[in-house]
């Protein structure tokens, strides 16, 4: 009997333990980089800027898959660009990420979501293999109140790290595949200047 308890009690560890394994499997870290905007297509104040740079650590070409997201998180636009090594990609907050929404509303407000992805065509709607080393960066414009006036300083930070799990990256590419069959040539975001082109 009491070998028979140790035995419940080793097969109890092993399937706690491949449980918490299993919640690691399907997750990719270096991979999935997050950032906001905000004031976006206000009249007479200047746009807002998304760098991007391939450091070269992977030794070729990867893909920036683009993933723009009104503040009621629904996916306005999506798009993949290539990143050759040691290029800087740049783009511009209104004219290409949110200037052609699947819903025709500008959002003026959202969430940039980027993966670094093996090269696939820069497919961001299938086939989306995370592949680390992008990094990026992102201009922000703040509305400052000053006695009765308003101004626009513009403020920069790095996109935030964030794990990216088996249920986003499948999400992610679900949208974008439904913004390539509903939108008619809307909610495709476009790549910017700089580096290669597309």
């Known amino acids: 009997m009491r070998i028979s308890g140790l035995k419940l009690l080793a097969f109890a560890a092993a399937v706690t333990c491949l449980a918490f394994a299993s919640v690691g499997w399907g997750q990719t870290t270096d991979v999935y980089r997050l950032n906001y905007f905000a004031n976006n297509g206000v009249a007479g104040v200047p746009t807002a800027t998304v760098r991007i740079d391939n450091p070269g650590v992977t030794?070729?070409?990867?893909?920036?898959?683009?993933?723009?997201?009104?503040?009621d998180q629904q996916m306005a636009e999506c798009c993949g660009c290539k990143n050759t090594p040691n290029g800087l990609r740049t783009l511009d907050v209104f004219a290409d990420l949110t200037d052609n929404p699947l819903t025709g509303r500008i959002p003026t407000e959202?969430?940039?979501?980027?993966?670094?992805?093996?090269?696939?065509?820069?497919?961001?709607a299938a086939n989306v293999s995370p592949t680390p080393n992008l990094r990026e960066w992102a201009t922000h414009v703040q509305a400052v109140r000053v006695g009765t006036a308003t101004t626009y300083p513009i403020t920069e930070t790095e996109f935030t790290d964030s794990v990216l799990g088996a249920t986003e990256l499948a999400n992610?590419?679900?949208?974008?595949?439904?913004?390539?069959?509903?939108?008619?040539?809307?909610?495709?975001?476009t790549c910017g200047r700089g580096d290669s082109t597309h």
């Open 172 to 189: 992610l590419q679900a949208q974008c595949g439904f913004i390539g069959i509903l939108g008619s040539g809307q909610g495709v975001c």
């Open 59 to 71: 030794g070729g070409t990867l893909c920036s898959l683009i993933y723009v997201f009104n503040w």
């Open 110 to 124: 959202g969430v940039i979501k980027i993966v670094s992805a093996k090269n696939n065509g820069c497919n961001a």
